[in-house]
């Protein structure tokens, strides 16, 4: 039986940091997307969240790897000595990481939020779920239904703000992107590009799917934390009907 | 209530957007931190109108805008030189300028870089979209209503601090004693744009590598008629440097490639010998950077910039050092960049003594107007 101690070193030794420029770095858990890799980073994310490395501006966790943004300057203006000791300021920060990382070790990671994301599926609101539906050779129902069965990751925010890539989908109804991609897929669409899915926030050009739409915004500039979503959270699709939709949609949010 | 307008836009130009330092903090929910293209064109101009170097400023594009001042108004012009005229009259950069009510300042054509950036003392009032009063265009956030700005906007200005005051009253002092349109400091800040660094150059020829130890090129001596500049532009390795052959980074580091006319506050798509993989790599997507170069399938480079993404997926074969990020977003379509690899540390340096000279511009106006 390894000693937590032991452990916490073992956890260390396969992670690499490496510079994204002058002003970031990357501390690197793997090269997969793996449900326990994913921990990883998000239990990393979270001990950043409560005790900030020097000069981090932004924290911005990914599939398999985080990414801390930083102030080179700000950093020798307040931590000159300790900086330049170090190397430089890449030098300091991963110093910093490193401990942050031996320290935490297997930390348990806060218990995952689960969020629950109404959609109206098909019809107007889903013009592609037919197609969804010819190409698994399934009927629409079963589509919805596989879809909504799922239990999804957000495994990252990025691409739009609030845009949250889902990782959990069924093979079943992969389905490849459009050919030549809409202009604007409106905002709160459920889509589906190759073995993703995801929904989206803003209207934006896009070639995915779209199969539903959700009442739900999922960016909120007005609230302190602007991501409905964050990464790390489980998701749960939950059919509606187009009624119950136009109900949130009269403010019922 | 009636709020007090200060500026009138006239003719809004090709693109004026109000700018700050952007909105860190929020790339973890896909928020990107925007802000001013040029940040040291623009805490400059800050500097210079007696401001704290955060206020809101204009960013003008190209075609700069058409301002009356409906105020006595003190102000500085920074970056790109588009030929700023202060009621026809050429309006020096780089220096606080004092600007009685009535007149209205214009933009010619661009010389020199293609962003201006316009502090007024005080600063833009706009009011903040999560913490900035930055324009996300994109987002149809922050700045004024969300958007650039348009013909018969008016502008508000928020009180200045005591430095702005005392440099205004000084000014102002200065000005009813002489019979000129506007007043210009007779000194001005010079040598913080790395201008050197681009320079005007003829023909397509390949210019001669920037790898390191390789010293510089035939840059230095070119000159010639075309109008388009040449910019050298210094990188990092980054960290998919090793996946591209030889020949790609044999270009990249050793050839020209243009400014693409996509090319917006997003990211610079450049033009030029297609950059290859060895052989095809699956990426997992992660956080990208101001100045990241990443290279699409069709291996025409894009190098991101203020109104990124925050995650791509695509390999990366370079990172643009921080001090060279002003003169890249200087530059505008037809230009041409040559990217000259540098170290982590000598990235440090430079940056810090960039640094050093803006506060040595700081200092130095705090002295001057006491």
Not at chain 1, 22 to 28: E, I, K, L, P, T
Not at chain 1, 79 to 84: C, I, N, P, Y
Not at chain 1, 153 to 159: A, H
Not at chain 2, 97 to 104: I, S
Request: charged content about 20%; overall charge neutral.
């Amino acid at each position: 039986m390894m000693t937590e101690r032991e452990s916490a070193e073992r956890s260390a030794a396969d992670i690499r940091l490496e510079p994204l420029g002058d002003s970031a770095a990357v501390v690197r858990f793997g090269e997969t997307i793996d449900p326990l890799v994913h921990r990883r980073v998000i239990g990393l994310a979270e001990r950043l969240a409560h005790s900030p490395v020097p000069g981090m501006t932004d924290v911005v966790p990914a599939f398999a790897s985080l990414t801390v943004h930083y102030d080179p300057i700000a950093l020798h203006a307040r931590h000159g000595t300790a900086v330049r000791e170090a190397g430089g300021s890449f030098g300091y920060v991963s110093r910093c990481l490193a401990e942050l990382i031996q320290a935490g070790g297997h930390a348990a990671v806060a218990q995952a939020r689960i969020v629950d994301i109404p959609v109206c599926y098909g019809a107007e609101l889903g013009p592609d779920l037919g197609e969804v539906a010819a190409h698994s050779a399934l009927t629409e129902e079963e589509v919805i239904a596989i879809h909504a069965a799922g239990d999804y990751t957000v495994y990252m925010i990025g691409f739009a703000p609030g845009f949250p890539y889902l990782g959990g989908l069924s093979p079943r109804i992969a389905t490849p992107r459009q050919a030549t991609p809409r202009l604007a897929i409106p905002a709160g669409s459920v889509a589906i590009g190759g073995g993703q899915t995801g929904v989206y926030p803003l209207a934006t050009p896009g070639g995915w799917r779209i199969i539903g739409r959700t009442p739900i915004r999922l960016f909120r500039p007005e609230e302190p934390i602007p991501s409905f979503l964050r990464a790390g959270d489980r998701v749960r699709f939950r059919p509606i009907t187009r009624k119950e939709y136009d109900r949130y949609e009269e403010g019922a949010t | 209530m009636i709020m007090s307008m200060s500026i009138e836009v006239i003719r809004p130009g090709l693109l004026t957007t109000v700018q700050d330092l952007g909105r860190p903090g929020l790339q973890r929910f896909g928020v990107t931190p925007g802000g001013a293209m040029d940040t040291l064109a623009m805490r400059m101009a800050n500097v210079l109108a007696g401001n704290n170097e955060r206020e809101a400023v204009l960013e003008a594009t190209m075609a700069g805008p058409s301002l009356a001042f409906e105020r006595d108004t003190l102000l500085a012009i920074a970056g790109g030189d588009l030929s700023p005229a202060i009621d026809g009259e050429p309006a020096p950069m780089n220096r606080p300028l004092y600007v009685p009510a009535g007149r209205t300042l214009a933009f010619g054509r661009p010389r020199r870089g293609c962003r201006a950036y316009v502090a007024v003392s005080g600063g833009f009032d706009v009011p903040e979209a999560m913490g900035s009063r930055s324009t996300y265009l994109r987002g149809g956030l922050g700045g004024y209503e969300g958007r650039a700005l348009q013909a018969g906007d008016r502008l508000a200005i928020r009180a200045p601090d005591d430095l702005g005051s005392r440099m205004a009253a000084h000014m102002s002092r200065e000005l009813s004693a002489s019979e000129r349109p506007f007043l210009a400091a007779t000194w001005s800040a010079v040598g913080l744009h790395p201008w050197e660094r681009l320079v005007r150059a003829a023909g397509a020829e390949p210019i001669a590598a920037g790898r390191p130890g390789q010293g510089r090129s035939a840059l230095a001596g070119a000159s010639g008629s075309s109008h388009a500049a040449t910019a050298i532009i210094r990188v990092l390795p980054a960290t998919h440097e090793a996946l591209f052959a030889d020949e790609s980074l044999n270009a990249i580091y050793g050839e020209a490639f243009a400014v693409a006319p996509q090319s917006d506050r997003m990211g610079y798509r450049l033009t030029g010998t297609p950059l290859r993989l060895r052989q095809p790599a699956e990426l997992l997507s992660e956080a990208v950077a101001f100045g990241t170069v990443q290279v699409p399938p069709d291996g025409q480079p894009i190098v991101l910039m203020a109104d990124r993404q925050t995650t791509g997926g695509y390999p990366r074969i370079a990172q643009v050092a921080s001090v060279d990020l002003p003169l890249l977003a200087q530059l505008k379509p037809g230009d041409r960049v040559v990217f000259e690899a540098i170290t982590a540390s000598e990235a440090e340096r430079l940056l810090l003594a960039r640094e050093r000279e803006l506060a040595r511009l700081r200092a130095g106006i705090r002295l001057k107007f006491r």
